[in-house]
């Protein structure tokens, strides 16, 4: 049987292990960065790992799926494109490019219509967040 001294260090040492291994896992943002840069040097199958790791750590990131969404695009692979893009704009209804994204990847498909519909999209964002930005310019 352990003593008190002996169960309290072994409980101190797990602990600090487990705190110690949440430290220096990086997170979904980083995760996100290091797709862009990947991307930015042409090296989209380290992008396209750093995307996806990206999403598996923290499922609620919208930066993660529309990076994800590009880079199934390059591989011509639209129909995941268009899966990653609809999860962008699902956690984030305000993510206009990743509506112009959807559209130009619904036209990649042949989808004319849809295409068309998410252009408009797009476009009704991007003039509103315009408007927003420039009333608050004015504001200042």
Same mark, same amino acid.
């Given at each position: 049987?352990?003593?008190?001294?002996?169960? &309290? @260090?072994?409980? $101190?040492?797990? =602990?600090?292990? @487990? %705190?110690?291994?949440? =430290?220096?896992?990086?997170?979904?943002? /980083?995760?996100?960065?290091?797709? %862009?840069? #990947?991307?930015?040097?042409?090296?989209?199958?380290?992008?396209?790992?750093?995307? &996806?790791?990206?999403?598996?750590?923290?499922?609620?990131?919208?930066?993660?799926?529309?990076? @994800?969404?590009? %880079?199934?695009?390059?591989?011509?692979q !639209?129909?995941?494109?268009v899966?990653?893009?609809?999860?962008?704009i699902?956690?984030?209804?305000? !993510?206009?490019?990743?509506? #112009?994204? @959807?559209? $130009?990847?619904? /036209?990649?498909?042949?989808?004319?219509?849809?295409?068309?519909?998410?252009?408009?999209?797009? !476009?009704? &964002?991007?003039?509103?967040? /315009?408007?927003?930005?420039?009333?608050?310019?004015?504001? !200042?």
């Open positions: 049987m352990r003593s008190p001294v002996q169960t &309290l @260090l072994y409980v $101190f040492l797990t =602990c600090l292990a @487990l %705190i110690l291994t949440q =430290c220096s896992s990086k997170g979904s943002d /980083e995760y996100v960065k290091e797709g %862009i840069d #990947y991307s930015k040097q042409g090296q989209y199958d380290k992008a396209f790992d750093a995307f &996806l790791t990206a999403t598996r750590v923290d499922p609620k990131n919208p930066a993660a799926f529309y990076g @994800l969404g590009g %880079i199934y695009n390059y591989r011509t !639209h129909k995941q494109a899966e990653a893009f609809k999860a962008t699902q956690l984030d209804p305000t !993510h206009f490019n990743a509506r #112009y994204s @959807l559209g $130009f990847t619904y /036209e990649k498909l042949g989808e004319k219509e849809l295409a068309r519909e998410e252009y408009a999209r797009y !476009h009704s &964002l991007k003039k509103r967040f /315009e408007n927003l930005a420039q009333k608050e310019q004015d504001n !200042h």
